[in-house]
Structures are given as structure tokens and as C-alpha cells.
């Protein structure tokens, strides 16, 4: 019964920086696992970044040290600052948290558009 909501999507030029939010519609415990990951037309969908409940992040090649996952603890249960962003960046970016026992939650995405 639980949703997620992505929020802080939008248009933004080359070497610009967004912050995007994920949002559980009711309060969550026990995540062992919060990630990004995003999409767009003709291609995988695939992991950004990624961070364990004991601080272990993990990021995919083409972001590292540009963009920065962390978490929270409240209604907002975690962040993407994605910095220096090129126009391939440009997809639908979508948060997921997982909990022991429990199938993955995930929002429904929302889109980041990087062009002059």
C-alpha cells in the first residue's frame, strides 16, 4: 500500500545541477536498499546510484562524481544531486526502496530534460 513519488524534474542547460526527491506516501522502516534509476526510449533501464541502510553507495560509470545519492528519514526517504549534467542524462528518473521480506517499491518516475 505504499507509493513512492519522484519530484524536482524538469528542463535544465548543460553544466546545470537538479536535486531530485522520492517520496513514500506513508512512513517506511527497515530499507536496506535505496536507489535511482532511470530510462529513455530505446534503451535499459539502468541503475544510477544506489545506497545501503549502512551508508555503502554505488554509482554507474557515467555519473560518478557528478552526481550524489543520499537518504532521509522522514515522509522524503532520499535524494539525487545530480550536478554538471550533460544532454545525455536527459530520461525519466525513477526511485525505488527495498525492505526484507517485502517486493521493491517505485515510484512512476519523472522527467529530466538537459538541453540548451
Known amino acids: 500500500q505504499v507509493q513512492l513519488v519522484e519530484s524536482g524534474g524538469g528542463l535544465v542547460q548543460p553544466g546545470g545541477s537538479l536535486r531530485l526527491s522520492c517520496a513514500a506516501s506513508r512512513s517506511i522502516t527497515s530499507i536496506y536498499l535505496r536507489a535511482w534509476y532511470r530510462q529513455v526510449p530505446g534503451h535499459q533501464r539502468e541503475l544510477v546510484a544506489s545506497?545501503?541502510?549502512?551508508?555503502?553507495?554505488n554509482y554507474a560509470d557515467s555519473v560518478k562524481g557528478r552526481f550524489i545519492i543520499s537518504p532521509d528519514y522522514a515522509k522524503v526517504i532520499m535524494y539525487l544531486q545530480m550536478n554538471s549534467l550533460k544532454p545525455e542524462d536527459t530520461a525519466v528518473y525513477y526511485c525505488s526502496a527495498n525492505i526484507w521480506g517485502y517486493a521493491p517499491y517505485w515510484g512512476r518516475g519523472t522527467q529530466v530534460t538537459v538541453s540548451s
Open positions: 545506497i545501503t541502510s549502512d551508508g555503502t553507495t
